[in-house]
């Protein structure tokens, strides 16, 4: 059996279509539990979920961030299998069974992906490597989507097809099976991650006690993508700038760590600027600079 984690916070109809499908098909047969955790939602998303004895909702009064909702549901969840699905996500009518069916197979797999298509039913890139000082550099400066046969990709695998499977550093939190022993390995997700990097973080710790991920292109969901901060794209670039910075103090040594920094702080913004202007996409500048006034304090963000 298996029990869901889906953190909310205003993801408007995104949420009634995720948990529609998760009651589809044959998959309500293996859900114990599905715990949506609302991380303060001002929208309207939580007023037509559909609600069952399978279905227990969490009210956080604020938004305590990705992290820490999570954990609320992995403490609470007690199925063999927990699975931490973002609420932009829709499962197929077989997924769930198809995924305890993978795992029960492969003792030697602690994390599970699957391939994961976008709206138009095109397969996106959900699997990343841990992150290294040259990789994000390669990312930041755009080197790596100028040339990315010769400087490749640092962090998401936008080289590979994801038409195959095969083990992988790191699953995109927005589908991550998982056995529930993971945690008895190496606890739950480190808090001071608001949002981004948490589950990079986690998927680097189990690796250091030889656990493993897996990426499998035979199971299939839907992820629409941005459904929750689609609409703050400034302040989503703040927090995925801030977490990385939180990962590379974490796991890098002083030197990686202070070429990330500089990095992000005076050749980031630069490169994607430049990039955004050349692709005619100069109305975005507004929520870059944005995201920067946030990571350097100038501007003070009201959702933290």
Not at 3 to 22: A, F, R, T
Not at 211 to 216: A, E, L
């Amino acid at each position: 059996m298996v029990d869901i984690v889906i953190v909310n916070w205003n993801s408007g109809s995104y949420l009634q279509k995720c948990v529609q499908s998760i009651f589809n098909g044959i998959n309500e047969n293996f859900v114990q539990k599905v715990f949506i955790i609302d991380n303060n939602s001002s929208d309207a998303s939580l007023k037509n979920i559909f609600l069952n004895d399978k279905v227990q909702v969490i009210y956080n009064k604020e938004n305590l961030g990705f992290a820490k909702a999570c954990n609320q549901g992995f403490k609470i969840s007690a199925a063999k299998y927990v699975l931490l699905l973002n609420p932009d996500v829709q499962l197929l009518q077989e997924t769930i069974p198809q995924c305890i069916s993978f795992m029960d197979q492969r003792n030697g797999i602690d994390i599970l992906g699957c391939q994961l298509l976008n709206d138009q039913n095109e397969i996106a890139f959900s699997c990343s490597r841990f992150p290294s000082a040259g990789g994000i550099f390669r990312d930041s400066t755009g080197l790596s989507k100028i040339a990315p046969r010769l400087f490749k990709p640092g962090i998401i695998m936008r080289d590979w097809s994801h038409t195959e499977s095969q083990f992988v550093d790191q699953i995109m939190g927005a589908f991550m099976f998982m056995r529930r022993t993971v945690f008895e390995k190496i606890g739950l997700f480190d808090e001071r991650f608001f949002v981004y990097f948490e589950e990079v973080d986690f998927s680097k710790r189990l690796s250091k006690v030889g656990g493993k991920s897996f990426f499998t292109s035979e199971i299939k969901a839907i992820h629409s993508g941005e459904g929750t901060t689609g609409s703050v794209k400034g302040f989503r670039l703040f927090l995925n700038l801030k977490s990385r910075l939180q990962y590379a103090k974490k796991h890098f040594n002083s030197f990686g760590y202070a070429s990330v920094w500089l990095t992000t702080f005076f050749i980031e913004p630069i490169s994607r600027s430049f990039f955004l202007i050349a692709s005619g996409r100069s109305k975005e500048l507004r929520d870059l600079w944005q995201g920067y006034k946030y990571l350097t304090g100038f501007s003070k963000s009201k959702w933290m």
